[in-house]
């Protein structure tokens, strides 16, 4: 199983819609609205997803920030989405996507990555533990109701 790794494409955003809404069960991202968002991004320049392909279908994605602070001295990449298709999750393909997006960091000068993720979703946690992530904070959110 050869899994090829880009930036994604028009053409992907179908598949990874479909891994938003059945994969990591965000039923708020649609085709509408995920393509209006991808070229709010391309359009910031500090946004990247990569997709995991598989014979031209897309089998997982990663999306990142490059994102500032202060205190930081190289800034950090902030990864706000991944998955992987349910039938090619513990084939590596993760852990493909979360080397590549390392690497891109790297090339960009920027030594620290942070993600959150679910406080239920403890085979994520694992995921994310055996590939060299520490569990070192909370992750805290909360919705403004806009009038």
Not at 80 to 90: C, E, K, M, P, Y
């Amino acid at each position: 199983m050869e899994i090829k790794i880009r930036e994604i494409i028009a053409n992907d955003y179908t598949e990874v819609v479909f891994l938003w809404n059945n994969v990591l069960g965000v039923h708020t991202v649609t085709d509408e609205n995920f393509r209006v968002k991808m070229e709010q991004m391309r359009k910031a320049g500090n946004y990247k997803t990569f997709v995991a392909l598989l014979e031209n279908h897309v089998v997982g994605f990663i999306s990142s920030v490059h994102a500032l602070a202060v205190g930081s001295a190289n800034d950090y990449l902030h990864i706000t989405g991944l998955a992987v298709h349910n039938d090619f999750q513990r084939h590596k393909v993760g852990t493909k996507l979360l080397r590549y997006t390392e690497n891109y960091a790297k090339d960009c000068g920027i030594s620290s990555i942070i993600l959150c993720t679910g406080m239920k979703r403890t085979e994520a946690h694992a995921f994310y533990e055996q590939n060299g992530y520490d569990k070192d904070s909370y992750c805290f959110d909360k919705f403004i109701k806009l009038d």
